[in-house]
């Protein structure tokens, strides 16, 4: 069978099928068309797909995908918008043992849409101009980053954020040579309020980790750094949903402008210097140039939209933001920070233990138990994700051995013979948890004077109590028995109450019982 007796086929089939379905008679179809009843019958009985395998078997093949040729032009009449890939699918579903190319199906494709005129067609999504918020009403943020040559002829890569007022597109642009931290974006908009002389009274953001931890169900969650500063500045956000640049296409715009006008070409020399001369670029082109849009300067529409900004009444220190941050200390002696672990001292971890964060200018994480206390941690921010940042000083060192560490703990007491003897006995008993034990005791012992301690070992020695948990309670019932100079003062002043009470009663005494009742307690666990 021939290419044009082939194409005689699939134009009578498509025209009886056409027929048929506008309801036309067999008979008539039969006389419109010159053929006889039994020919429509045989064509309307048979499937696109049985047509397609009897005229594979009756031709010559001129094209690998001849055959499949009216198969193929059925499902583009019925579906415009299938892709070349789609079809090469579909084919493979129907004909397992079929062998082709994407190419090859590609390019047939192209020829049949060509030969039988049906242009491919794409589902448009349909816009609407939304009119420009009040003055002062509104300002969308948004990130970028380019890659710039160097004076000395090497390739950085930098980024920048970007604000701009929604009415007057008035812009403020913010670079750094290394990605930026939740911290410098807070600093950033502490920067940009200066530079408006106001806050906006809506910030529109895209998802961006920095600042959203996720979302659910439209609640999102933000950073907890993000969220004490919303909370300072009293900031009202919306967040884009993903996908959805609409939301904020003016920001969009501003972020492609400041890569083809101001970062195209340009080469870099230091960050402070990019930054000097992108606000110059602001002023001048940026700020300065009549909008596509608006057909207006944003500068001068500015100088009226400045006077409906909400007034900054205080300014915001970064440093104290930073300090209330807080982490959790997670069981293996690490907190999380920006998908990365960092490491803090072994020893560190309680429930529901929460340590300070601070992120500093040198791009170090600074970690402390209390906002004014010492740093226990500090660690170099990786540009990474999910690492684990460990300071030697924080693992463990099993280089000494236990024998090293038993030593290094009875030096602590007097008798530090006894002291031995009663450590080598816990690591009998707790063998899999001796460092756990040995480092409580050393814990609880430094805690208190060296004759209290030196009394708590004897005590537990005398009585068998091979345990750091029985020795720790051992010491602090010791220190209550021997109360300190100051309580003691304290203790021997005269009492003076604001309504009269009975001096027999302000001199009575609780009490006391013997240590070996007590002991008794924690050794047997019977009631006193």
């Not at 970028?144 to 390739?155: A, C, D, L, P, W």
Request: proline share 4%; net charge positive.
């Amino acid at each position: 069978m021939g290419e044009r007796e082939k194409v005689e086929i699939l134009e009578m089939y498509m025209k009886i099928k056409q027929l048929k379905e506008q309801g036309f008679k067999i008979r008539r179809i039969a006389r419109k068309l010159g053929v006889s009843r039994t020919t429509v019958y045989k064509y309307l009985e048979k499937s696109p797909e049985e047509i397609t395998e009897w005229m594979a078997s009756t031709k010559t093949r001129v094209r690998k995908l001849d055959p499949y040729e009216m198969l193929i032009h059925t499902w583009l009449s019925e579906h415009p918008d299938l892709s070349a890939s789609q079809i090469h699918d579909w084919l493979k579903e129907r004909f397992p043992k079929l062998v082709v190319g994407d190419s090859t199906v590609r390019s047939y494709v192209k020829d049949l849409r060509n030969k039988y005129d049906i242009p491919k067609t794409e589902p448009k999504r349909v816009y609407q101009a939304i009119p420009d918020p009040p003055m002062g009403e509104q300002a969308q943020v948004d990130f970028g980053e380019t890659k710039q040559k160097t004076s000395q002829g090497k390739v950085i890569k930098l980024y920048f954020i970007s604000f701009v007022l929604s009415h007057s597109r008035y812009k403020y642009v913010e670079w750094l040579d290394r990605p930026f931290t939740t911290k410098d974006v807070i600093q950033a908009h502490e920067h940009v309020f200066q530079y408006y002389g106001g806050i906006p009274y809506e910030l529109v953001y895209d998802q961006d980790s920095l600042l959203v931890v996720s979302e659910n169900a439209g609640d999102l969650i933000l950073t907890s750094e993000f969220q004490a500063y919303r909370d300072e500045r009293k900031l009202k956000f919306f967040i884009c949903r993903k996908a959805d640049p609409e939301s904020k296409g003016r920001i969009e715009n501003v972020v492609g402008f400041v890569k083809k006008n101001f970062a195209r070409n340009r080469v870099f020399q230091h960050i402070d210097k990019w930054n000097d001369d992108c606000l110059a670029w602001l002023e001048r082109t940026g700020n300065g140039n009549v909008h596509n849009t608006t057909k207006k300067r944003p500068a001068e529409v500015f100088k009226l939209e400045k006077q409906h900004l909400r007034p900054i009444t205080k300014k915001i220190s970064i440093t104290s933001i930073a300090s209330s941050i807080t982490r959790t200390v997670r069981k293996d002696n690490t907190i999380m920070y920006e998908s990365n672990r960092y490491s803090v001292p072994l020893g560190t971890y309680e429930i529901n233990k929460e340590v300070i964060i601070e992120v500093t200018d040198g791009n170090r994480l600074v970690i402390r138990e209390q906002s004014d206390g010492p740093i226990i941690a500090d660690h170099l921010i990786s540009t990474e994700k999910g690492k684990l940042i460990q300071a030697t000083q924080h693992m463990r060192d099993r280089s000494k051995g236990i024998p090293a560490y038993i030593a290094t703990v009875s030096e602590g007491f007097e008798d530090k013979e006894t002291a031995t003897a009663f450590l080598e006995e816990i690591q009998q008993r707790y063998p899999r948890y001796v460092r756990d034990q040995l480092k409580m005791v050393l814990k609880a012992s430094q805690s208190v004077d060296q004759a209290i301690r030196n009394e708590a070992l004897s005590e537990c020695v005398k009585r068998g109590l091979y345990s750091a948990t029985e020795f720790r309670d051992v010491v602090a019932f010791v220190q209550r028995q021997h109360p300190s100079d100051s309580d003691q003062t304290a203790a021997s002043e005269e009492i003076k109450t604001l309504h009269y009470v009975d001096p027999a009663l302000l001199n009575t005494k609780a009490e006391t019982r013997e240590l070996d009742r007590y002991l008794n307690v924690l050794k047997e666990g019977v009631t006193v």
